[in-house]
Nanobody
């Protein structure tokens, strides 16, 4: 059974940085993409960034230039480095695995204070 466990969320002031981590365990689909979604209160869940097993990345326009997604060498870990954080980045961040985000983590809260 595949499980995704996120860590690294927390409270940070605007302009600060956080690094989210996600480890996938179980039967790992190491050649599948991994990614990060987020959901803010009262808003729809949205894609933040994703990365293929070969390292091709894709970002939401709202985070380009501020966030960086990367993958561990063993391909079952994904990171999201978040810099220059803004209050509008406040959300629950979810890690995903699979071509269609088939597997989801439980989420980690990121709160950016102004």
């Amino acid at each position: 059974q595949i499980q995704l466990v996120e860590s690294g969320g927390g409270l940070v002031q605007a302009g600060g940085s956080l690094r989210l981590s996600c480890v996938a365990t179980g039967t790992i689909l190491s050649n599948f993409p991994m990614g990060w979604y987020r959901q803010a209160p009262g808003k729809q869940r949205e894609l933040v960034a994703n990365i293929t097993s070969r390292g091709t990345t894709n970002y939401a326009d709202s985070v380009k230039g501020r966030f960086t997604i990367s993958r561990g060498n063993n391909k079952d870990t994904v990171y999201l480095q978040m810099n220059s954080l803004k209050p509008e980045d406040t959300a629950v961040y979810y890690c995903t695995l699979g071509r269609d985000a088939d597997y989801w983590g439980q989420g980690t809260q990121v709160t950016v204070s102004s």
